[in-house]
């Protein structure tokens, strides 16, 4: 590995890296727009020239590779000489709207300005070249050309990434813009990268635009829970309400990207049919219910069937939405604490007309957990016996956790194979179909608000952090789950995720050598074997 002083300090660098990566290793920045390590490097913007001694004029950084012995400024005379021309250059004609810029509080523009720049325009404001703005291009993109530094970022990204080649640079001079082809619109399924990657305000989401002050955002890493593939995102909420998911890197997942799909997921997570309070059957409606005696009835309903009909009257559908430790806290809790996990099922079930799995990120597979069950040993939905053992009165009792078994089976299917039970407990989120059948409801978490973690289809175990508190009295399964424990008589029942991730790491062979806090924010693989 290659040796190097950049600003007096001695830096080792990986092979063919170039010197804002160099750089960066050591938390010095370089100030950029054009380059992106994802993307191929053209050096147009040159914002990043720094002086390298021995060179006989500055380089752009971007494309300079380490060498053994390099010497290298970037806050020399020469240098910051570059940096401000450059800066004045581009802000020649760019428009004065950082009061209403939606990208205000993010953009490299305002950043370089007051780190690198100050200095007052010589350039009348009247004289500024006037281009298109707030133009609708497609795929919930908004285009300001007036705001564009022509990085070309968001035209590589089409061209290398998705290859659909929706934007270009036309005209010449400082005439030249960001635009889509003559009687095109974007239209693929991970556009709205571009938002991300463009450093300014000239490419923004209509779903986002004007919607909250970046500055009143707080981040919490995560994972998007759209799909099987279960990308690495922040998700960006105030005051207990999610605004935006953005993706974050993660190389073994999905690298810098996510899909548009994933991306605008999160509404359904907050929607006006969340379950706040435990509910309980009373004639012919669902009446409130506090937690206590929720628990209480539940624990009793539990007890009585089971001295009825015997522990393997009781069964339970996890569906592939849970968490591993929700998955593993029920499958305990049938095995261990009801006594039997005869009917235990897991359920992976994606909407009619979903997206099927194409080269990039999306899978058809719309469910986040599905190896995640598979590796804790729970079998997957089996229709037909679950149904001949309800319907046979074998299967007396149904406790239900993150499943609407009515929209995957239909009304009719579903009572036809599930209507002769005599009770069914349900643990979900929202008010779906099968809330409404059932004799009990008890309101849990969705992922972004509790700790837990996803196995994605590659076997990588990544961790779900509580972004904010569920609403109203909802609970995290895990912590429900537990209360159930404890009210059948099992003290010490673990009701924290690290706790259950802890023993599920102890019992399960395929999370053997894994902890919850190794995790990490980039996630580790089930165990080999």
Known sequence: ?????IDGREIEAADGSNLIQAAESASIEIPHYCYHPALSIVGNCRMCLVEVEKAPKLQIAC?????????????????????????????????????????????KLQDYYMDYDRQP?????????RKGKAIDVGSDIMLDQERCVLCGRCTRFFDEVTKTHELAIFERGDHCEIDTYPGQRI??????????????????????????????????????GGCERGCSID??????????????????????????????????????????????????????????????????????????????SIGAVIGAQSTNEEA?????????????AQYLAAVTWSPPGASGDDELLIRANKNPNTRGLEALGIPGFALDGLAAAAQSGQLKMLIVLRADLVRILGEAGFIRSFGALDYLLVLNTDANETVQMANQVLPIAAYPELDGSFTNFQGRVQRVTQAFPPPGDARSAVEVIAKLAQALGVKNYPSTAESVFAAMAASESAFRGLSFDGLGEHGANLAAG
């Open 235 to 312: 998700i960006h909420h105030h005051r207990g309400r999610i605004y935006r998911y953005k993706p974050r890197y993660n190389a073994a997942v999905n690298g810098y990207w996510i899909c548009d799909e994933g991306r605008h997921s999160f509404p359904g997570l907050q929607h006006e049919t969340r379950l706040t309070t435990p509910l309980v059957q009373a004639g012919d409606r669902m009446a409130p219910q506090p937690w206590e005696a929720a628990v209480r009835d539940a624990a009793q309903r539990i007890v009585s069937v089971r001295d009825a009909s015997g522990p393997g």
């Open 1 to 5: 590995m290659p040796k190097l002083t």
């Open 328 to 340: 593993f806290a029920l499958k305990h809790f049938m095995r261990n604490v009801v006594g039997s």
């Open 121 to 129: 325009s010589r350039f009348p404001l009247g004289k500024k070249v």
């Open 63 to 107: 494309n300079t590779r380490v060498a053994d012995g390099m010497v290298v400024h970037t806050k020399s005379a020469r240098t910051v000489a570059a940096q401000k021309a450059v800066l004045e250059f581009l802000l020649i004609n760019h428009p004065i709207d950082c009061p209403v810029c939606d990208q205000a509080g993010e953009c």
């Open 187 to 224: 239209n693929n399924k991970y556009a709205v990268n571009v938002v991300d990657i463009c450093p300014v305000g000239a490419l923004t989401e209509k779903d986002f635009r004007f919607r909250m002050r970046v500055w009143y955002l707080h981040r919490t890493p995560s994972v998007c």
